[in-house]
């Protein structure tokens, strides 16, 4: 069998999990990554049963590293598996990683999160207000807890609300946090309100945004969410006194008319 073994850099998934799978997106905090300091990978060949060393460089500048630097070690079989079963085939591929931390001294590293944007958008095939978070600093944001509501701008009555726990980040990493929909989205102004905490720390952001026309029937189309009709009752109340007067109006004004018609005719 033949295994590519490969440095990979940690990043922060969707879930706010730290994640060691290839295809870590660049983030701009980051001075370096372990793929950077690494050398590249290497395809090995084995027999059934069989192990081999792989060895790998590692270049760490001269000045040292501020912080720490994550990612690890992945190898994964190049062959597919597939089984199949009634009506579909499944493609298997197996992999596993060995996590790698590199660090030249102790100092201790500020922990920072940011809100570096907020809109609405699409995540698991799921209507939702996406806030983009970052961890700006070379340390792990650990046990974090998030807890967002989404309010029509000036409002403080919640329409969309999202708590998770045990949440991670890696360092020099930023990911997109799903305030999830299970309706249609509607145009309109909103704000976005995210309390952030780890032991020691507490984050409290607010954000404005905007859901255009155009964004929200897009999203809707995407997801297969129709806008549910609302019947505006107090419109529809405030029209039907209306109507009532007016019919009374033109009640009182016949009567009067025919009060002052002389008489015999």
């Given amino acids: 069998m033949q295994v590519r073994v490969t440095p990979t850099t940690a990043w922060t998934n969707s879930n706010i999990q730290i994640d060691y799978g290839p295809g870590a997106p660049k983030d701009s905090s ?22 081999q060393r792989v060895s790998f ?13 994550l990612g690890a070690i992945r190898a994964e079989d190049q062959k597919s598996y597939k089984q199949r079963t009634k009506g579909f085939a499944i493609s298997n591929k197996f992999a596993m ?3 790698v931390q590199v660090q030249t001294n102790k100092d201790l590293i500020t ?4 809100l570096t944007g907020v809109k609405a958008g699409v995540q698991t095939n799921q209507a939702a207000v996406l806030a983009t978070l970052s961890n700006p600093q070379p340390t792990i944001l650990n046990r974090l807890q998030l807890k967002a509501k989404v309010m029509r701008r000036g409002e403080t009555k919640a329409l969309l609300t999202r708590s998770t726990t045990r949440n991670a980040m890696a360092p020099n990493s930023h990911a997109t946090f799903a305030v999830f929909s299970r309706t249609a989205l509607r145009p309109g102004k909103y704000t976005l309100d ?6 020691g720390h507490r984050w409290h952001f607010k954000e404005n945004f905007t859901i255009t026309a155009a964004q929200a029937t897009k999203i809707n189309k995407q997801v297969h ?6 019947i505006p009752w107090p419109w529809l109340l405030i029209g039907l006194l209306m109507l009532i007067i007016l019919i009374l109006l033109i009640l009182l004004l016949k009567r009067r ?6 008489a015999g005719h």
């Fill in 257 to 262: 008319r025919k009060d002052d018609s002389p």
């Fill in 97 to 99: 990683v060995l996590g």
């Fill in 194 to 199: 995210l309390v952030a905490t780890n032991p």
């Fill in 30 to 51: 980051a001075s370096t990554t372990l793929t950077k300091l690494m050398s590249s990978g290497q395809t090995v060949t084995l027999a059934p049963k069989a192990t």
């Fill in 111 to 114: 922990q920072r999160l940011r």
């Fill in 225 to 230: 969410l129709k806008v549910k009709y609302q």
């Fill in 57 to 69: 460089t590692l270049r760490t500048p001269k000045a040292g590293l501020q912080g720490l630097v």
